[in-house]
């Protein structure tokens, strides 16, 4: 990054500087000041450093624009976003990206919605918990976890 001043960036700045986030982007970033570093540092690097989380969707809505900025030294990290798949009688099957409060209903139509073939009464959900793969029954309203696949089967006629 190019030398900030004394008072710092405005992390949004800092964003755009970089050339913003990308679609892939969780909906969150860490901010890691280091008094040790001499680079780049990601979290857990670090026992020294402070780590703080920013909530990018507040970000983006102006409200935190002018609270958080960075400095010299700073390194901004911004994850990847957490992916379900949704598998099935989708328009379009695939892995997306979700944040934490996504539904059943948002992730499928992230999907495209269910086919016209597609059995939504009967939608179920594949998750791994404590190594091992558990099928669950779900509603459109219930949320999803990351790595969960969204079975959508075919409806009887």
Known sequence: MAHVGPEGL?????LARAGSTTSEAADHA??????NAAGPVLPGQDESA????????ELEGG???????VHDGDTIFVPRAST?????????PGEYPVGQDTTVRQALSLAGGVSEFG???RI?????AH????????????LVKPGDTIVVPERFF
Do not use: C, M, W
Request: no cysteine; proline share 2%; aromatic share 6%.
């Open 10 to 14: 405005r992390l949004v700045e800092a």
């Open 30 to 35: 860490f901010i890691i000041r280091s008094p």
């Open 50 to 57: 402070s780590v703080t989380r920013v909530d990018l969707r």
């Open 63 to 69: 409200r935190l624009s002018s609270i958080v900025t």
């Open 84 to 92: 379900v798949f949704v598998y099935g009688q989708v328009r379009t």
């Open 119 to 121: 059995a939504a009464n």
């Open 124 to 128: 179920r959900v594949l998750r791994r």
């Open 131 to 142: 190594g091992k793969e558990q099928e669950i029954r779900v509603e459109l309203d219930h």
